[in-house]
């Protein structure tokens, strides 16, 4: 399917706290990102209370912590190939309010995004994560609306894919999409290495990247049994796919 638009397709990745579009999304961005396309991240917060226990117990101030989780996310987006820009609305808990929604539209309308990720809607272990969604979906229908004052053209209706929650099964995550990160996935690797604030993730999401891969194998064709090294992340549509073509 052809687009009309002239500029370079953009990734918009909304997430609430600064390590969450790494772990879940980095191979998308980094896929992105090497197609030549804009890839732009929003962290709402730096989850600086919620996910950063080792910089508490090693008796950092809430200043540091900030300072530190900022400059790592800052360091992960760059070897992603992402813009990264930060709301500091604070988390645990992340406050939905009218002036972040407000914001996000600023960036939709800006940004006039081709795809859109974010959180799923239910996280039972981290209500900041579902209200990040609820924010970026809201935000979405607004900046639609012709008659939202903010600057900007409104916004088209780009498909949103949730992003894979820690926990899956308690959060309602069934995948109904298999991406292939495979080319990408030493980049996500690296862009992971630079969280040292959340190490114990490393080798978690390089496990899960192989299980998805073999789930994508196993969806792509007669494999079984056959060596392969696919890579993969898993999403969820939250609204129908367009086409002409069944596929
Ligand atoms: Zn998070």
């Known amino acids: 399917m052809t687009s009309a638009k002239t500029t370079p397709r953009t990734l918009l990745v909304i997430s609430a706290h600064a390590g969450d579009f790494v772990w879940r999304a980095g191979g998308a961005i980094a896929l992105a990102a090497a197609r030549g396309e804009r890839a732009k991240v929003v962290c709402l917060s730096f989850g600086e209370r919620g996910e950063s226990a080792g910089a508490w117990r090693a008796g ?3 200043d540091e912590i900030k ?6 996310a800052e360091n992960a987006a760059a070897t992603l190939g992402a813009e990264i820009e930060f709301f500091d609305a604070g988390d645990y808990p992340l406050v939905e309010t009218t002036e972040l929604v407000d914001r996000l539209v ?3 309308r800006e940004a006039a995004p081709d795809v859109v990720l974010t959180h799923p809607l239910a996280d039972p272990y981290n209500g900041d994560h579902p209200a990040a969604a609820r924010m ?4 979405r229908v607004l900046a639609q609306a012709a008659g939202y004052d903010a600057p900007g053209e409104p916004l088209g209706a780009p498909p949103v894919f949730f992003f894979e929650p ?3 099964e308690q959060c309602d995550f069934k995948p109904d999409v298999l991406l292939d990160i495979t080319a990408v996935f030493d980049r996500k690797r690296k862009a992971m290495e630079c969280l040292p604030a959340q190490q114990h993730m490393w080798d978690y999401y390089t496990d899960l990247a192989k299980r998805r ?3 994508l194998r196993r969806n792509a064709g007669p494999n079984l049994g056959l060596p392969h090294d696919t890579m ?6 939250l609204y129908p796919q367009v086409t002409g073509v069944l596929e």
């Open 60 to 62: 950092r101030t809430l």
């Open 106 to 108: 600023g960036v939709y």
């Open 166 to 168: 820690h926990q899956p």
């Open 136 to 139: 970026a979906l809201q935000a």
């Open 232 to 237: 993969g992340e898993a999403y969820m549509r």
């Open 213 to 215: 891969g073999v789930q």
């Open 67 to 72: 300072a530190i989780r900022r400059e790592e």
